[in-house]
């Protein structure tokens, strides 16, 4: 069965700071690696999706990697504002016929202005 | 273009109760989710669908239901509503099940009493 952990559950930086969350996964035989943003009281907003083909993806200050064979995808996030502040989950779809998402539990990041 | 919409944003009901959780998506979406999330849980499958007239079970089906009579709805029904479904529950939607990104909705804060 997929697991899916985030590690650690929670981050404080100072503002400006470019900063690393990781994203561990137990089985590598995945279609793609979705990651998202959650505001308190919000929904989740995708910010990123990698394909299996894939090695990252980019979208402004925000860069995922994707290591397939270790099971681990990191989000790096350039020069973080307070804006940034927010729980960061990452998902990974297995493959398999009509295969579901699996989370982690998520990582809250706070920024210090 | 709206996304995903979900009613009612907060909920209390009682032991006993029932309800219904609407979700309505504009993007022509085949597929569609309810997830439930709980602190520290991350989230958890309930039902799912591939198009209107199919759902099936996800993760964390029991004492809920699902319908799917067009594309754009798919409530979740709650039947004898329990402490333990005190959560807060995230309509979502995707082109298709691989290699596209779910789409969520604010999400509905149910609490039962």
């Known amino acids: 069965k997929q697991e899916v952990t985030q590690i650690p559950a929670a981050l404080s930086v100072p503002e400006g700071e470019n900063l690393v969350l990781n994203c561990s996964f137990t089985?590598?035989?995945?279609?793609?690696l979705q990651w998202f943003r959650q505001d308190p009281g919000k929904g989740l907003t995708s910010l990123l999706l990698?394909?299996?083909?894939?090695r990252e993806q980019t979208s402004g200050r925000l860069n995922a990697s994707l290591d397939k064979s270790s099971g681990r995808s990191t989000l790096y996030i350039a020069a973080s504002q307070p804006g940034d502040s927010a729980t960061y989950l990452c998902?990974?779809?297995?493959?398999?016929?009509?295969?579901?998402?699996?989370f982690g539990k998520g990582i809250t990041l706070s920024v210090r202005p | 273009n709206a996304g995903v919409t979900q009613t009612p944003k907060f909920r209390i009901l009682k032991i006993g109760q029932s309800m219904t959780l609407q979700c309505t998506q504009d993007m022509n979406h085949n597929y569609m989710y309810w997830y439930r999330q709980d602190p520290g849980m991350g989230l958890k499958l309930i039902y799912y669908?591939?198009?209107?007239?199919?759902?099936d079970k996800g993760e964390v089906p029991n004492g809920y239901n699902v319908s799917r009579s067009t594309t754009e709805d798919f409530p979740l029904r709650l039947e004898l509503a329990a402490p333990s479904q005190t959560s807060v529950y995230f309509c979502?939607?995707?082109?298709?099940?691989?290699?596209?990104?779910?789409?969520f909705g604010p999400g509905t804060r149910l609490t039962v009493t």
């Open positions: 990698i394909q299996s083909s894939q």
């Open positions: 669908s591939v198009g209107a007239g199919i759902t």
């Open positions: 998902a990974v779809r297995p493959t398999g016929a009509n295969s579901k998402l699996t």
């Open positions: 089985d590598s035989a995945i279609y793609n």
């Open positions: 979502a939607s995707s082109y298709s099940m691989v290699g596209y990104e779910q789409y």
